[in-house]
T-cell receptor, first 109, second 114 residues
Framework: GDSVTQMEGPVTLSEEAFLTINCTYT??????LFWYVQYPGEGLQLLLKATKADDKGSNKGFEATYRKETTSFHLEKGSVQVSDSAVYFC????????FGQGTILTVHP | GAGVSQSPSNKVTEKGKDVELRCDPISGHTALYWYRQSLGQGLEFLIY????????KSGLPSDRFSAERTGGSVSTLTIQRTQQEDSAVYLCASSLNSNTGELFFGEGSRLTVL
């Protein structure tokens, strides 16, 4: 079945640092790929998505590119803020959504 | 309402008791999902419903777990004879259909089994 392997955390950065959270997937066919975010005390929400190869999803300064050749969907942000502190989940969809283990990001001022 | 609503938000129960968790999805969403999030763990898929099709129950961890969705809307997740390892946050999500992959989550029901 489909699966997602996500960079293990936690990740701790200083404000304005560059962020990369790695995500690779295995799937039959051509799934859509997603990053979800869970801010402290809040429910999960969609951060960005890509539905086909070479698509780039972007939102709130975050970007991820659907790389079919490397089966990856790494999340990047050029300059993180304290408010980006959250848990980030990579996921793939082919019917039910399959999630990675989540990466805890803490950004210090 | 505007979002996915779950109740109760917190439930403390004794080992061996039955519990019911409720989910009210976004109106018009045909797909409904249940996930479990344990402390320090990722999201564990439990079950999903798509329209009138038979639900995908492949993630239910044991026969103590069951779920139903009445009238294509509200869903109830039932855990019988609760065990301490059932303690977790149970998340419900809905989407327009199971092909979009864009899920809208509720805030979860935190279950603590003593």
């Amino acid at each position: 079945g489909d699966s997602v392997t996500q960079m293990e955390g936690p990740v701790t950065l200083s404000e304005e640092a560059f962020l990369t959270i790695n995500c690779t997937y295995t799937a039959t066919g051509y799934p859509s790929l997603f990053w979800y975010v869970q801010y402290p005390g809040e429910g999960l929400q969609l951060l960005l998505k890509a539905t086909k190869a070479d698509d780039k999803g972007s939102n709130k300064g975050f970007e991820a590119t659907y790389r079919k050749e490397t089966t990856s969907f790494h999340l990047e942000k050029g300059s993180v803020q304290v408010s980006d502190s959250a848990v980030y989940f990579c996921s793939t969809s082919y019917g039910k959504l399959t999630f990675g283990q989540g990466t805890i990001l803490t950004v210090h001022p | 309402g505007a979002g996915v609503s779950q109740s109760p938000s917190n439930k403390v129960t004794e080992k061996g008791k039955d519990v019911e968790l409720r989910c009210d999805p976004i109106s018009g969403h045909t797909a409904l999902y249940w996930y479990r999030q344990s402390l320090g763990q990722g999201l564990e898929f439990l079950i999903y419903f798509q329209g009138n099709s038979a639900p995908d129950k492949s993630g239910l961890p044991s026969d103590r777990f069951s779920a139903e969705r009445t009238g294509g809307s509200v869903s109830t997740l039932t855990i019988q004879r609760t065990q301490q390892e059932d303690s977790a946050v149970y998340l419900c999500a809905s989407s327009l259909n199971s092909n979009t992959g864009e899920l809208f989550f509720g805030e979860g029901s935190r279950l603590t089994v003593l």
